[in-house]
T-cell receptor
């Protein structure tokens, strides 16, 4: 079946630190990959996406590259801010699967001033 | 802006009560979804619907049912609430591009 594995959390960083959140996946076909973010008290919102191998998704200073050879989609940001404190979810979707998303367990990021 | 609204942010119900969670989207989306979110488990799909009056079970449908009488509205029903259904419930919808789901703010349900 399809699954998404995220690194264990929580993660606490100081402001301006470099961020990497690991995500690997297992899928029966060729998935599209996503990062969603959930700020405190809110629903999830799409952060970035990549729909085929070697695509790089980017938004708000965050980046992730679709690596088919390592089945990974790691999230990175060069300099985090306090406002980046949130829960981050990696997810995949298979074409033709009624666009259902399979989510990882999520990881909480806290950024200290 | 796409808007997905949920009827309540917080809800407290007693064991055995019938509970209705309502979700409305304003973008004419075909697909709508109900998830529950629990610490350490992430989001798990309960039910989804790809058209009016159509529904399909997700990964954890036991103890839940759904209703979609109008395109914009998708209801989640707990026929007889139990304490293990205490959770955060998130509704989502999508249209085109199909892969981007839009989420509501969530309903935190406590069953006592």
């Amino acid at each position: 079946g399809n699954s998404v594995t995220q690194m264990e959390g929580p993660v606490t960083l100081s402001e301006e630190a470099f961020l990497t959140i690991n995500c690997t996946y297992t899928a029966t076909g060729y998935p599209s990959l996503f990062w969603y973010v959930q700020y405190p008290g809110e629903g999830l919102q799409l952060l970035l996406k990549a729909t085929k191998a070697d695509d790089k998704g980017s938004n708000k200073g965050f980046e992730a590259t679709y690596r088919k050879e390592t089945t990974s989609f790691h999230l990175e940001k060069g300099s985090v801010q306090v406002s980046d404190s949130a829960v981050y979810f990696c997810a995949l979707s298979l074409t033709g699967a009624n666009s259902k998303l399979t989510f990882g367990k999520g990881i909480t990021l806290s950024v200290r001033p | 802006d796409v808007k997905v609204t949920q009827s309540s942010r917080y809800l407290v119900k007693r064991t055995g009560e019938k509970v209705f969670l309502e979700c409305v989207q304003d973008m004419d989306h075909e697909n709508m979804f109900w998830y529950r979110q629990d610490p350490g488990l992430g989001l798990r799909l309960i039910y989804f619907s790809y058209d009016v009056k159509m529904k399909e079970k997700g990964d954890i449908p036991e103890g839940y049912s759904v209703s979609r009488e109008k395109k914009e509205r998708f209801s989640l029903i707990l026929e007889s609430a139990s304490t293990n259904q205490t959770s955060m419930y998130l509704c989502a919808s999508n249209g085109v591009p199909l892969y981007e789901q839009y989420f509501g703010p969530g309903t935190r349900l406590t069953v006592t």
